[in-house]
């Protein structure tokens, strides 16, 4: 495993930052400061620009708009998006799930999809959570009934990310009342038809969480991804790679909180000398050093194994369990560190705080990473 960026990845990461310094931040701003949703050609616009950069595109075959690179590159640039706006980076995750799910659809749904999609010029969104399903994936009761060449889709899926902003929807149904019984379909907005509905949240209403309802929805056989009874392996495919990428939200944000903090504590003077020289603010900026390190190494050493093809659930889960759950504590320390004026919105920690508390939840809470570590571990189960 490599530790240190290459000169291609350090050129790659230094010219995205500043990009996002000079073009993105500025303008992401307006809306996150205020708490102002970001219209979706704004959004658009933000993915297609950073589309140039990398962003969705990296990890992608190139004969599909991609550009090749390795894994690690990925979670390097993607980094880079969450220090700026978390706001911004949840529908480059959303995109990029996306389209590794399509990667392994019909050649006529890849060319249909995925370029649009490693460009930010299409959006799509994920279905699999449900008002009563939400860790338990096996339990999805969206209903897809087959009609023909077509299936007839029912149900309501919540918490989706991008769900205001998408032209496509990879929705998870139940097609048989086994176990094995669950389905992906690609939906499409425009042609199928779906309705969505804004979630409030304590943090991050600037992007796009929602609720959405199929009510006969009817989608063509040749819509479904891989066979009948594949949408239970598929999705916990999926969340392999998706929770590397909620590992780097974590400590991306956690990084933007240790600068801030960084840089506060040398300017804030009390008791004759700046904050940075009182021990308890000095331990705790070497803490959050420390931990955005760790939990950056653990999600590149799982980046490392995907590149490989090596199985990596265990990895990926002690990556995401780790990185999530240092935005909360980083954010509260950053908090803690400005004091009185960590609570108001002249500083950005405070929002940052609200982010972090957030990050633990999606792609499958902290309680669940350490059941799949365990699992991992003992080859004994505690989800059944």
């Known amino acids: 495993m490599t530790f240190r ?27 996150v400061d205020e708490g102002r949703f970001i219209p ?5 616009e933000f993915l297609t620009a950073l589309s140039e ?13 991609g550009l090749g690179l390795d894994w690690s590159t990925h979670l390097r640039l993607f980094e880079e998006v969450v220090y700026s706006s978390v706001d ?20 006529e749904l890849k060319n ?44 309501e899926k919540t918490w989706i990310s991008n769900g205001e902003y998408s032209d496509v929807l990879i929705c998870t149904a139940r097609t048989d009342d086994g176990p094995g019984g669950l389905t992906q379909f690609v939906v499409d907005r425009e042609e199928h038809g779906y309705e969505v509905r804004g979630i409030p949240k304590i943090a991050m209403n600037s992007q796009s969480t929602s609720q959405i309802f199929l009510n006969d929805v009817r989608v063509p056989a040749s819509n479904m991804l891989g066979g009948e009874g594949e949408g239970l392996r598929r999705n916990l495919k999926g969340f392999e790679r998706a929770r590397i990428h909620m590992a780097a939200w974590g400590y991306g944000l956690a990084r933007r909180a240790l600068d801030e903090s960084i840089k506060y504590s040398q300017q804030r003077t009390q008791h004759g000398k700046p904050i940075a020289g009182h021990q308890l603010i000095a331990e705790k900026i070497a803490t959050m050093a420390t931990e955005v390190d760790a939990a950056r190494l653990l999600a590149l050493r799982a980046a490392e194994l995907i590149d490989a093809g090596v199985r990596c659930d265990k990895e ?17 320390n950053a908090v803690q560190i400005h004091g009185g004026n ?24 902290t309680e669940i990473q350490k059941l799949i570590i365990a699992r991992s571990l003992t080859g004994i189960s505690a989800l059944r």
């Open 53 to 65: 950069f990398g962003l969705i595109r990296a990890p992608f075959p190139e004969e599909y708009g």
């Open 88 to 107: 911004l980076a949840v529908p480059i995750l959303i995109n990029g799930g996306g389209a590794m799910a399509l990667l392994r659809a019909s050649e």
């Open 316 to 332: 990926c889960s002690m990556a995401k369990w780790y990185g999530t759950e240092l935005a909360a504590r980083a954010g509260r």
């Open 40 to 44: 979706k050609p704004q959004m658009k």
């Open 5 to 31: 960026m290459t000169e291609e990845q350090q050129l790659a990461v230094d010219g995205l930052r500043r990009f996002l310094d000079n073009e993105i931040e500025p303008k992401v701003r307006e809306y």
């Open 112 to 155: 249909r999809y995925l370029p649009g999609l490693l460009t930010g010029e299409l959006i799509i969104s994920a279905g699999i959570s449900e008002p009563n399903v939400g860790s338990d994936v096996a339990s999805i009761q969206t209903r897809a009934r087959k009609d023909g060449d077509h299936y007839v889709i029912n149900g």
């Open 342 to 365: 960590g609570v108001t919105r002249e500083f950005m920690v405070e929002r940052l705080a609200r982010e972090g508390i957030i990050a633990p939840i999606p792609d499958g809470t």
